[in-house]
T-cell receptor, first 113, second 113 residues
Framework: NAGVMQNPRHLVRRRGQEARLRCSPM?????VYWYRQLPEEGLKFMVY????????ESGMPKERFSAEFPKEGPSILRIQQVVRGDSAAYFC???????????FGPGTRLLVL | GNSVTQMEGPVTLSEEAFLTINCTYT??????LFWYVQYPGEGLQLLLK?????DKGSNKGFEATYRKETTSFHLEKGSVQVSDSAVYFC????????????FGKGTHLIIQP
């Protein structure tokens, strides 16, 4: 019974490049959440998606960040023109339904040089 | 807005000691409350939860009681083990887990043999 899968686990990018982070939810889960964890900080909510829909993106920066959860395939968090301040751990969580517990993936640690 | 405040770490204890990690919250409605644990290099794992006032969540010897009158959800364990060493996050959700979680900054727990 596979848990939430994220890849890559580690990603290094130079300033100005694009970063693509992938999240495959647990089997049977159709709700996905993305969080960012800055060094020495707690996790901050970014965006909540269901299949093909963004439900809540109130925590997502307005510029350079986007997220999708297509009908087929994993959810993607995309960061364009990365800057050093984007260096963080990005966690994905999934849930079966709208009022159910969120289960977290192992995270992608992004380092921007 | 919602917020979660946890005691600052690191917290260092000897094996078999009694553990308390304080957590208080601010919320506009009636949130669900959670404790997550993060082991080094891993994602967050749900430790326990409580969805309404006076509920007690428990798992693996850990307990926390939802105290609406003091807006608290303190984590306790009677006898800690070295394997309990990890970072513990208190979190809340207004929507019963449906929306983005609001996290505290985390408390690093170190258990010495």
């Amino acid at each position: 019974n596979a848990g939430v899968m994220q890849n890559p686990r580690h990603l290094v990018r130079r300033r100005g490049q694009e970063a693509r982070l992938r999240c495959s939810p647990m089997k049977g889960h159709s709700h996905v959440y993305w969080y960012r964890q800055l060094p020495e900080e707690g996790l901050k909510f970014m965006v909540y998606l269901q299949k093909e829909n963004i439900i809540d993106e109130s925590g997502m920066p307005k510029e350079r960040f986007s997220a999708e959860f297509p009908k087929e395939g994993p959810s993607i968090l995309r960061i364009q023109q990365v800057v050093r301040g984007d260096s963080a751990a990005y966690f994905c969580a999934s849930s079966r339904g709208a009022k159910e517990t969120q289960y977290f993936g192992p995270g992608t640690r992004l380092l921007v040089l | 807005g919602n917020s979660v405040t946890q005691m600052e770490g690191p917290v260092t204890l000897s094996e078999e000691a009694f553990l308390t990690i304080n957590c208080t919250y601010t919320a506009t409605g009636y949130p669900s409350l959670f404790w997550y644990v993060q082991y080094p290099g891993e994602g967050l794992q749900l430790l326990l939860k409580a969805t309404k006032a006076d509920d007690k969540g428990s798992n693996k010897g850990f307990e926390a009681t939802y105290r609406k009158e003091t807006t608290s959800f303190h984590l306790e364990k009677g006898s800690v083990q070295v394997s309990d060493s990890a970072v513990y996050f208190c979190a809340l959700s207004e929507g019963g887990g449906a929306d983005g979680l609001t996290f505290g900054k985390g408390t690093h727990l170190i258990i010495q043999p």
